[in-house]
């Protein structure tokens, strides 16, 4: 599966409609949180994010291609 190129406000986007949380910002860093099972993510505020974050939220939240 090729990772899109997304920025980091539209990974917090998708992330809400998976039903996480923000919990704060801290710098240009939201912190989002998701409690059933509890998991955190750090989604930096980039207009572009590295494939390695991209890939990490994918694993960690669960999200697909197809969320964006």
């Known amino acids: 599966m ?3 190129v997304i920025s980091g ?3 917090v986007k998708a992330l809400h409609r ?3 949380i923000t919990r704060r910002q801290t710098g240009s860093h ?3 949180e ?3 099972p509890w ?3 750090s989604i930096p505020q980039h207009k ?3 494939r390695g974050i991209v890939h990490n939220c994918f694993v ?3 999200l697909t291609a197809d969320d964006f």
């Open 39 to 41: 998991a955190e993510l």
């Open 2 to 4: 090729k990772l899109p």
């Open 48 to 50: 572009v994010l590295k």
């Open 34 to 36: 998701r409690l059933d």
């Open 9 to 11: 406000l539209e990974m």
């Open 60 to 62: 960690t939240a669960g």
């Open 30 to 32: 939201v912190i989002m």
């Open 18 to 20: 998976k039903g996480w």
